[in-house]
Nanobody
């Protein structure tokens, strides 16, 4: 079992920045990647950014060029920053941990981000 605790989010003005943090605990030795996803009602959950334990970083197309992500090892914590926010960045953001043996995805409870003036 892996537990994920998210922090950050809230109301942000257009053009501003947001920072989200996620900490993992439990069986983190089985984590092979951590990431952030987001979802709006009626749409599929989409990738924002992902860091593997091998150090590979992947960004979603909608935030590429506006996003930075850091994780010391892709296993126990991940920090996300998104800059130049737009109203379409409004969503519930979820922290994710991928584990192996067998493969499984753990999710945080989600944090609302609203971009509005």
């Amino acid at each position: 079992q892996v537990q994920l605790v998210e922090s950050g989010g809230g109301l942000v003005q257009p053009g501003g920045s947001l920072r989200l943090s996620c900490a993992a605990s439990g069986s983190i030795f089985s984590v092979v990647a951590m990431g952030w996803f987001r979802q709006v009602p009626g749409k599929q959950r989409e990738l924002v950014a992902r860091v593997s334990s091998a150090g590979r970083t992947t960004f979603g197309a909608s935030v590429k060029g506006r996003c930075t992500v850091s994780s010391n090892n892709g296993q126990d914590a991940i920090d996300l920053q998104v800059h130049n926010l737009k109203p379409e960045d409004t969503a519930v953001y979820y922290c994710n941990a991928e584990v192996t043996g067998p493969p499984y995805d753990y999710w945080g409870q989600g944090t609302q981000v609203t971009v509005s003036s």
